[in-house]
């Protein structure tokens, strides 16, 4: 069993923007993988299917990014998921826009969802995605972040998820050091 969750905010107003990439993961990996969301419980919007014989769950949380461990937690518990098989998406200012690393642990890097995802799960040994945003010396992290995707960023940014989409599939039949080896070479 895997649970897999992109961050985000909830709203059409956050839709496009940089803090919401992994949001815009998970709906591609829901288009992908043909698993609906379609539940809503668990302060969040969740679906679940089989993928290669495993059964996977996907979660967008609905709390506004900085309480996303308050979703997570609660349908990890429900549905008896171990935090080794749980892996997060989420955006990083210190990577360059569509650059895209995987981790088998770390911290949150001042990243307040992640923050509140350590504070829930009470561990940062959790497998994630981070996808590259690049930072803006023009403005504040908090007004860059909430901010569209340029035109120049859109198509790295759309490899970014296509990349990711890709390894959250290969989770599904290989060990996650071995999806590390290949798609952060």
């Known amino acids: 069993m895997k649970l897999i969750v992109g961050l985000g905010n909830p709203g059409k107003k956050f839709e496009q923007t940089r803090h919401n990439v992994g949001f815009m993961a ?7 993988l043909g698993i609906s969301l379609d539940q809503k419980k668990f302060q969040g919007v969740y679906g679940k299917g089989i993928v290669n014989g495993e059964a996977v769950y996907l979660l967008k949380p609905q709390t506004y990014m900085n309480l996303s461990g ?12 171990e935090v080794e098989d749980l892996l997060v998406i989420y ?3 210190d990577l360059p826009t569509g650059k895209v690393r995987l981790r088998q642990k770390g911290s949150a890097g001042g990243h307040n969802g992640m923050k509140s995802i350590i504070t829930h799960v009470h561990t940062q040994d959790f497998k994630r995605v981070r996808i590259g945003i690049d930072r803006s010396s023009r403005h504040s992290v908090i007004d860059y972040v909430l901010k569209p995707f340029s035109k120049e960023e859109t198509e790295p940014i759309q490899d970014a998820i296509e990349r990711t989409v890709k390894a959250c599939e290969a989770w599904t039949t290989n060990a996650f050091p071995e999806v590390m080896n290949k798609f952060n070479a």
């Open 70 to 81: 308050e979703s997570v937690r609660p349908l990890m518990e429900y549905f008896n998921i």
């Open 26 to 32: 998970i709906d591609e990996l829901s288009k992908e």
């Open 91 to 93: 955006d990083d200012l």
